[in-house]
T-cell receptor
Framework: AQSVTQLGSHVSVSEGALVLLRCNYS??????LFWYVQYPNQGLQLLLK??????LVKGINGFEAEFKKSETSFHLTKPSAHMSDAAEYFC???????????????FGQGTILTVHP | EPEVTQTPSHQVTQMGQEVILRCVPI?????FYWYRQILGQKVEFLVS????????KSEIFDDQFSVERPDGSNFTLKIRSTKLEDSAMYFC????????????FGPGTRLTVL
């Protein structure tokens, strides 16, 4: 079974400040890890993914995340927040192998990011 | 870039009515999924579908739910007798070449059950 915990349902930062959104996972098999962003009244957009290659992953809009197996973490960071980054962010995990659960995403609770001017 | 489409964008129905939510996945993708998101909550897996049959389903996906791929392009989710608690955003997703590790999501259908 897989699960995801996102620490902090709300994170508030000032424009230009560092963004850090925390994600810890639990998985009995090697995972793939993802961060998705959801703007109000919109669908899910992939920010970045970890799929067993480099542990530091760069995504769109200046975001990056580092896979740390020893800490079972996949925290999302951005050096300098923009107003346009305000949205809800979801961390998700899926199995990296075939089988009936292939591709099945298990999501965290989400973190709402607020950016203050 | 290919995209997943869903119709309708918003469906309002009376409790007990049947609804069909439609999705057109990316054409060469082979794995299909439905997820739902109740307002203010996380996205939850409902069902996965491959080779014209269900691969896995969650506890949410009870006998009131069904999926099919009737014509090789559309992928539908049917709720036979809607309940108030079925009100949610329903997302379709698909997976396939060239990126076999990333699901592509549709924009969602907001279902409101009155």
């Amino acid at each position: 079974a897989q699960s995801v915990t996102q620490l902090g349902s709300h994170v508030s930062v000032s424009e230009g400040a560092l963004v850090l959104l925390r994600c810890n996972y639990s998985s009995s098999v090697p995972p793939y890890l993802f961060w998705y962003v959801q703007y109000p009244n919109q669908g899910l957009q992939l920010l970045l993914k970890y799929t067993s290659a480099a542990t530091l992953v760069k995504g769109i809009n200046g975001f990056e995340a580092e896979f740390k197996k020893s800490e079972t973490s996949f925290h999302l960071t951005k050096p300098s927040a923009h107003m346009s980054d305000a949205a809800e962010y979801f961390c998700a995990v899926s199995p990296n192998a075939g089988g009936t659960s292939y591709g099945k995403l298990t999501f965290g609770q989400g973190t709402i990011l607020t950016v203050h001017p | 870039e290919p995209e997943v489409t869903q119709t309708p964008s918003h469906q309002v129905t009376q409790m007990g009515q049947e609804v069909i939510l439609r999705c057109v996945p990316i054409s060469n993708h082979l794995y299909f999924y439905w997820y739902r998101q109740i307002l203010g909550q996380k996205v939850e897996f409902l069902v996965s579908f491959y080779n014209n049959e269900i691969s896995e389903k969650s506890e949410i996906f009870d006998d009131q739910f069904s999926v099919e791929r009737p014509d090789g392009s559309n992928f539908t989710l049917k709720i036979r007798s809607t309940k108030l608690e079925d009100s949610a955003m329903y997302f379709c997703a698909c997976l396939g070449a060239p990126s076999t590790d990333t699901q592509y999501f549709g924009p969602g259908t907001r279902l409101t059950v009155l």
